[in-house]
């Protein structure tokens, strides 16, 4: 253990008699001696390792060199000392590298190469796709086409038909006999039910001094299976099916979606009031699915019109009421909460919207007490128009339409209790 690196012969640390501190250089597995001028020591070979003083030289695998400064080449061929070759190419990985291979051709003249260009066949995948896309296209079509229509099931009738009456200011008698009074213009419900669809469109004009009236009134539905009838006044006003002119001459008939509905139009059928057959009239008759039937006179400015249909199971409401027998829950103010005064842009029946909003209206008090020489003349004049109305809510409304809209009103207006 007292035996010092350099007598094991080991690589170590030492200083030699002029006490300068020896170089040490490492070199991998080179097997050697070591040996050299003074100062030098020879011992067993450790691979990799070279020790020399100043002025001494090394030994590996049998080759020497002095010099004056510490072993730096090796001799033998050794691995630590060999220089490198010229590069070559060698592949390093995609992307890993700064070159890639090409291959470059020759013209060589016809028939005197082994390369040549061809038109690649088309790609097979790519055939059995767009035929299969053409192939689902023409179905498609067809299946369009000929789709047969969706069946409308029919809701059982729950009672006898009844009708709707509207009129004038508009009054309004409902299917339950009930005399509701909405002053306000804009586009409302008539019936709505899951089939049925019905509205008018008031509006206050000059033609009826301020007062709404019924402009117009529109047909639709599922049980006109997308079908549109508008009707309105004679002077401003159209008779448009899905959106087209109809019965452009008096008088005519047409059917709609082959036997779906038909409509007439003539001065003939029977009237909102009998004592309007000493008037021109103009009279749209339309007969309907699911027994509804709907007839609507056309004035110069407004129109009147009677709806006639059973109660069904699905229901109903509307302007005209519930249909459901009692007249006790058909108030303005009862209806207009069950359907609003909105209405949804997906189910009106008219090409633009015309909202609701309130519009001018007179009570019947003021005629008879501000100019009661008008109201007795009104009143005067609508019994004569109908001598058997005994109707205190339809005389009213006669009345009141004279004093505040003008004496045509009372023919035009007056509704026989007969009809009711």
Same mark, same amino acid.
């Given at each position: 253990?007292?035996?010092?690196?350099?007598?094991r012969?080991?690589p170590?640390?030492?200083?030699?008699h002029?006490?300068?501190?020896?170089?040490?250089?490492?070199?991998?597995?080179?097997?050697?001696?070591?040996?050299?001028?003074?100062?030098?020591?020879?011992?067993?070979?450790?691979?990799?390792?070279?020790?020399?003083?100043?002025?001494?030289?090394?030994?590996?695998?049998?080759?020497?060199?002095?010099?004056?400064?510490?072993?730096?080449?090796?001799?033998?061929?050794?691995?630590?000392?060999?220089?490198?070759?010229?590069?070559q190419?060698?592949?390093?990985?995609?992307?890993?590298?700064?070159?890639?291979?090409?291959? %470059?051709?020759?013209?060589?003249?016809?028939?005197?190469?082994?390369?040549?260009?061809?038109?690649?066949?088309?790609?097979?995948?790519?055939?059995?796709?767009?035929?299969?896309?053409?192939?689902?296209?023409?179905?498609?079509?067809?299946?369009?086409?000929?789709?047969?229509?969706?069946?409308?099931?029919?809701?059982?009738p729950?009672?006898?038909?009844?009708s709707?009456?509207?009129?004038?200011?508009?009054?309004?008698?409902?299917?339950d006999?009930?005399?509701?009074?909405?002053?306000?213009?804009?586009?409302?419900?008539?019936?709505?039910?899951?089939?049925?669809?019905?509205?008018?469109?008031?509006?206050a004009?000059p033609?009826?001094h301020?007062?709404?009236?019924?402009?117009?009134?529109?047909?639709?539905?599922?049980?006109?299976?997308?079908?549109?009838i508008?009707?309105?006044?004679?002077?401003?006003?159209?008779?448009?099916?899905?959106?087209?002119?109809?019965?452009?001459?008096?008088?005519s %008939?047409?059917?709609?979606?082959?036997?779906?509905?038909?409509?007439t139009? %003539?001065?003939?059928?029977?009237?909102?009031?009998?004592?309007?057959?000493?008037?021109?009239?103009?009279?749209?008759?339309?007969?309907?699915?699911?027994?509804?039937?709907?007839?609507?006179?056309?004035w110069?400015?407004?129109?009147?019109?009677?709806?006639?249909?059973?109660?069904?199971?699905?229901?109903?409401?509307?302007?005209?009421?519930?249909?459901?027998?009692?007249?006790?829950?058909?108030?303005?103010?009862?209806?207009?909460?069950?359907?609003?005064?909105?209405?949804?842009?997906?189910?009106?029946?008219?090409?633009?919207?015309?909202?609701?909003?309130?519009?001018?209206?007179?009570?019947?008090?003021?005629?008879?007490?501000?100019?009661?020489?008008?109201?007795?003349?009104?009143?005067?004049?609508?019994?004569?128009?109908?001598?058997?109305?005994?109707?205190?809510?339809?005389?009213?409304?006669?009345?009141?339409?004279?004093?505040?809209?003008?004496?045509?009103?009372?023919?035009q207006?007056?509704?026989?209790e %007969?009809?009711?």
């Amino acid at each position: 253990s007292s035996q010092s690196a350099h007598e094991r012969g080991l690589p170590g640390r030492s200083r030699d008699h002029s006490g300068a501190m020896p170089t040490i250089a490492m070199y991998p597995q080179a097997p050697g001696g070591f040996g050299g001028a003074p100062g030098g020591f020879a011992g067993p070979a450790e691979p990799g390792v070279a020790v020399g003083f100043g002025g001494a030289g090394m030994v590996s695998a049998g080759g020497a060199q002095a010099g004056g400064e510490a072993a730096s080449t090796c001799a033998g061929g050794a691995a630590c000392c060999s220089r490198p070759g010229p590069p070559q190419l060698a592949f390093v990985g995609s992307g890993a590298g700064a070159y890639v291979a090409q291959t %470059s051709y020759k013209y060589v003249g016809v028939g005197h190469g082994e390369f040549d260009y061809i038109r690649p066949p088309p790609r097979r995948a790519l055939v059995v796709f767009i035929g299969i896309f053409l192939a689902v296209v023409v179905l498609v079509i067809l299946a369009v086409v000929f789709w047969p229509s969706p069946v409308l099931t029919t809701p059982a009738p729950t009672g006898p038909p009844a009708s709707c009456l509207i009129w004038g200011d508009p009054h309004i008698e409902t299917f339950d006999h009930s005399y509701p009074n909405f002053y306000e213009e804009g586009d409302v419900w008539l019936v709505r039910s899951k089939l049925v669809w019905i509205q008018a469109r008031y509006l206050a004009t000059p033609f009826t001094h301020g007062l709404a009236a019924t402009h117009a009134v529109a047909v639709g539905g599922p049980f006109l299976k997308g079908h549109r009838i508008v009707v309105g006044p004679m002077q401003n006003g159209h008779i448009l099916i899905d959106g087209h002119p109809g019965l452009t001459s008096f008088p005519s %008939s047409e059917e709609l979606g082959d036997g779906l509905a038909r409509l007439t139009y %003539s001065d003939g059928g029977q009237l909102v009031d009998p004592a309007q057959s000493k008037l021109d009239k103009h009279v749209v008759h339309m007969d309907l699915p699911l027994g509804v039937r709907v007839e609507v006179i056309r004035w110069a400015n407004h129109v009147n019109l009677r709806i006639t249909m059973p109660p069904h199971a699905d229901g109903q409401d509307g302007h005209c009421g519930n249909n459901n027998g009692s007249p006790d829950d058909d108030t303005a103010e009862q209806i207009t909460a069950r359907v609003g005064r909105a209405m949804a842009a997906a189910e009106r029946l008219f090409d633009h919207a015309t909202p609701v909003r309130p519009a001018p209206h007179k009570r019947l008090s003021e005629c008879r007490h501000k100019t009661p020489a008008k109201y007795r003349t009104a009143l005067k004049t609508c019994r004569a128009e109908e001598p058997d109305l005994h109707n205190d809510d339809l005389l009213r409304g006669c009345v009141f339409d004279v004093c505040f809209g003008g004496i045509q009103y009372a023919a035009q207006d007056g509704i026989s209790e %007969s009809t009711m």
